[in-house]
């Protein structure tokens, strides 16, 4: 006899809530670095990329672009 008891295990929760995967430029206003990072917007248009700071330490001063 087979057990089956796995299949259902590994739901796409991707599947669930369709998240739009953007581009976003970061340009320091500081020190004028720029990155390039991968974000995700979520259903108020933010965008949520994980980036903390600048390698100046500046946190806070940031141009943020979406490249499409
Ligand atoms: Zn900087």
Known sequence: MRS?????QGVNEEMMLPSQRVKVHIRCKKCGETFILRG????????ETGFKRCLCDNEDEFDVEPLH
């Open 4 to 8: 089956d008891t796995l299949a259902s």
């Open 40 to 47: 995700v917007r979520d259903a108020k248009g933010h965008i």
